[in-house]
């Protein structure tokens, strides 16, 4: 495939608001996680929040009448993403170049809005188990899926071909391989692409009900690790063709696989085939072999069936040496949002000669044969790929690199 820039990228999660903050952290190994103090939920576990959200309101201004249906904590999270590092004024300028008609809006997600709906049901009509009239005519607006990409549209003033891809922790990984077909077939010239998910109560209690979190902080790849952390985030790349590199060493994507292998609505398959199929599928696409690639982002979940699986699926693909973590214990699992969060972190990687280690695991499980680091590195990086695996099988890497 043809390159396609990110001319323009950003993120708010739990490490912070925007790139500078978002380095920062992850060059000072401060993480982002702490206990759980989300609302009322009583879990004894760790969260990546995002500070702020119950405080912002999506509306402001001459647009508060018209944006203050979209209300809600996803809402929120997207436009505090949206706000950071010029993102909007480089979404102007797109607009001003193609036409709002033809920059499209591929977002991912896996909850939306739902947090509403939960708040709706604990207060329903005790006698008829009604839903609060106020809250019908705004589902459309929060917990619908297409919600959020209506909302970034609705910001960004654009006009063009728009969608929210809903496929587990996949989600706004597999954004970025749609947008670059769509931009290949003609549909749009330049996609706003990325991810939001937030907190709410089904995920959080939806894996306490699986057993999958951990008591503290996750280690992925440690030899004790005990489950996953899951945090929240919000992520946004401007992709356009080749041609508006600018400069040299700019970020591009150079290519994405994509999977699903379908073995079980939660386990990954056990030989990886999956997650083998989406890192070949993307080294093909980009034409570049496995020793082309410098640093591997894991999935990295810290659950031992998927860390050990995605060993044996990258130890097949790239052997013992290409070096290779997850920066979950940093962010959380951001869910939906995790593969715009992990992209971001790739193109960190490419433009200030940074990688980073394992954070908060101290022996790497011996049965794991890929070269996890545990220390972050400065050294030169040219080629990053990216794994993002998600429920039911659904798969995807994307390969980021400088041109």
């Not at 896996?110 to 049901?121: D, F, M, R, V």
């Not at 496929?167 to 330049?190: L, M, N, P, V, Y």
């Not at 004790?224 to 899951?230: H, I, K, Q, S, V």
Request: charged share 20%.
């Amino acid at each position: 495939m043809a390159p396609l820039i990110l001319s323009h990228y950003t993120v708010v999660s739990a490490l912070g608001k925007g790139l500078d903050e978002t380095y920062r952290a992850l060059r000072d190994r401060r993480s982002g996680l702490r206990p759980c103090d989300f609302e009322d939920v009583a879990i004894n576990t760790c969260i990546g929040r995002v500070e702020g959200l119950e405080d912002v309101p999506v509306g402001s201004g001459s647009r508060a009448k018209e944006l203050a249906p979209f209300d809600c904590r996803n809402n929120r999270l997207a436009l505090l993403g949206l706000q950071q590092d010029r993102f909007m004024q480089a979404a102007s300028e797109a607009r001003e170049r193609y036409g709002a008609h033809r920059v499209a809006v591929i977002l991912g997600s896996s909850t939306s809005g739902i947090l509403e709906t939960e708040h709706a049901y604990r207060h329903r009509d005790p006698a008829t188990g009604a839903l609060p009239a106020s809250y019908l005519p705004r589902y459309r607006y929060t917990h619908n899926m297409f919600s959020v990409a209506h909302f970034v549209r609705a910001n960004l003033d654009l006009k063009g071909p728009a969608m929210v891809i809903s496929t587990a922790c996949s989600s706004s990984a597999k954004a970025f391989a749609t947008a670059a077909r769509f931009i290949e077939a003609g549909f749009c010239d330049a996609a706003v692409v990325g991810g939001v998910d937030s907190l709410c109560l089904t995920v959080l209690y939806g894996f306490a009900s699986l057993e999958l979190l951990s008591s503290g902080p996750c280690r992925p790849c440690d030899e004790d690790r005990d489950g996953l952390t899951l945090g929240e985030a919000a992520g946004f790349a401007l992709l356009e063709k080749s041609g508006r590199a600018g400069h040299p060493g700019a970020v591009a994507l150079l290519g994405y696989g994509e999977s699903c292998d379908g073995y079980h609505m939660s386990h990954p398959h056990p030989e990886g085939a999956g997650a083998i199929g989406a890192m070949q599928g993307a080294l093909r696409r980009s034409g570049l072999t496995p020793e082309d690639i410098d640093y591997i982002n894991l999935h990295g979940t810290a659950t031992r069936a998927n860390d050990g699986i995605e060993d044996k699926a990258v130890h097949s693909v790239f052997g013992p040496s290409t070096p290779c973590s997850s920066t979950k214990g940093w962010t959380g699992h951001t869910l939906g949002a995790a593969g715009i969060t992990e992209a971001v972190i790739a193109a960190l990687c490419l433009t200030r000669s940074f990688v980073p280690g394992t954070l908060n695991t101290t022996r790497v499980d011996s049965s794991l044969r890929s070269h996890v680091l545990l220390d972050s590195q400065e050294q030169p990086v040219r080629r990053v790929l990216s794994n993002i695996f998600g429920f039911g099988g659904n798969n995807c890497s994307l390969i980021l690199g400088t041109v």
